[in-house]
């Protein structure tokens, strides 16, 4: 099993690294594969020193697997390029996530769509992972009708930029700005480009994506993402209407009973999700679940999760194990 880190040394990159190193990902090769600039630099892993590589030498060495988190424009020139000497892509960007020939996969709730034949295969956006993780069990009992999201997100979801903004303005340091306002002590109601209707690319990710992983067109969604000075993981606050009759006691037991879900939901003890707990670990936390008294069959509930892990890297990664466990490269 060889297998290949394309952008092993971005911030998602290197989280990939620590998955496969914590999960024992079983390779006999390992290739990291990065940007030209980035090509030759010394890393290490599990104790051994890798030779950074670039991806055309990565392409000739015909890995059996390519987790890539290099950005869409990357991946669109690059993906198929690998999938032509058969190697099985699991992409991180957006570039495929909406094409009708790809598969948008997160394993707790699709991975059985997965065939031999699916070549370059989606990892859906973060913020929509760990919403999905906690919506599903909860569509296929009383199907849901409506979602109403708010995203308080990560700075890390932009990146080492980002981050490196906030450390600035922290210290009183003037540097490079990764938006186009002060990230400390604020909130930006604007996550990634603005599209013609008034909706952020991110929050129309929340819709188009949802309805995908979730083989239901009919469910409306609408969306608010907010960027906060936060590094730990995501926060959404969900407002959900389902068309049949719900209990919640029902439902704390369906997400007790989730696979990769934690309910963290306690009054008494002020036990709720938060990035500062999240941050580091694999499960979607939810919390604050509770009955909208304004409305029939509708729930609200907060649910957090680090959006570098499920979010991102341990998703892939347990796509990744699914194929080898399915003999599907």
Same mark, same amino acid.
């Given at each position: 099993?060889? &297998?290949a ?8 990159? !290197? ?6 190193k ?5 390779? !006999? ?11 030759g630099k ?5 104790g051994?020193?890798y ?6 030498? /990565? ?14 424009e990357?991946?669109?020139? %690059?993906?198929?390029k ?5 190697t ?5 960007s957006?570039? %495929?996530?909406?094409?009708?020939t790809?598969?948008?996969?997160v ?7 997965? !065939?031999?034949e699916?070549?370059? $295969?989606?990892? @859906?956006n ?17 199907? &849901? ?21 906030? *450390?600035?303005?922290? =210290? ?5 700005? /990764?938006? @186009?306002?002060?990230?400390h002590?604020?909130? $930006? ?7 013609d209707?008034g909706? !952020?690319?991110?929050e ?8 995908? &992983? ?17 590094v ?11 068309e049949n009759? &719900? ?5 704390r037991?369906?997400?007790? *009973? ?7 939901? =306690? ?10 707990? /999240? ?10 679940i509770?009955l ?9 509930? %907060?649910v ?11 998703n892939t990664?347990? $796509? ?10």
């Amino acid at each position: 099993m060889k &297998i290949a880190v394309v952008g092993a040394t971005g911030m998602v990159g !290197t989280v990939m690294l620590q998955v496969l190193k914590e999960r024992n990902f079983p390779f !006999t090769e390992l290739l990291l594969v990065a940007s030209e600039k980035s090509v030759g630099k010394k890393m290490t892993f599990k104790g051994k020193e890798y030779t950074v590589i670039g991806l055309q030498d /990565a392409v000739n060495q015909k890995p059996d697997i390519a987790v890539f988190s290099a950005g869409g424009e990357t991946s669109l020139e %690059w993906a198929p390029k690998f999938a032509v000497v058969g190697t099985t892509v699991i992409d991180n960007s957006s570039a %495929w996530r909406m094409d009708a020939t790809k598969k948008l996969i997160v394993p707790e709730i699709n991975a059985n769509e997965l !065939t031999k034949e699916d070549k370059i $295969i989606a990892n @859906p956006n973060c913020s929509t992972i760990q919403l999905v993780m906690a919506l599903a069990p909860l569509h296929k009992k009383y199907k &849901i009708k409506r979602l109403i999201i708010s995203t308080y997100q990560s700075i890390t979801g932009t990146g080492v930029k980002a981050v490196q903004q906030l *450390e600035n303005e922290f =210290n009183g340091v003037k540097g490079e700005m /990764a938006y @186009p306002y002060p990230i400390h002590k604020n909130a $930006i109601p604007h996550c990634d480009v603005f599209e013609d209707n008034g909706y !952020t690319k991110e929050e129309m990710k929340l819709v188009r994506e949802t309805q995908k &992983i979730l083989s239901d067109n009919t469910i409306a969604v609408t969306a608010t993402a907010v960027r906060i000075p936060v590094v730990g993981g995501h926060s959404e606050s969900i407002n959900v209407e389902f068309e049949n009759e &719900i209990n919640v006691s029902d439902i704390r037991k369906i997400l007790h *009973e989730t696979p990769g879900v934690t309910v963290k939901d =306690n009054l008494d003890t002020n036990t709720y999700p938060m990035p500062i707990y /999240a941050e580091g670990k694999d499960d979607v936390f939810v919390g604050r679940i509770r009955l909208d008294e304004s409305q029939a069959n509708t729930l609200n509930m %907060w649910v957090v999760s680090d959006n570098l892990r499920k979010g991102a890297a341990t998703n892939t990664i347990q $796509i990744a194990e699914y194929l080898m466990a399915n003999n599907l490269v």
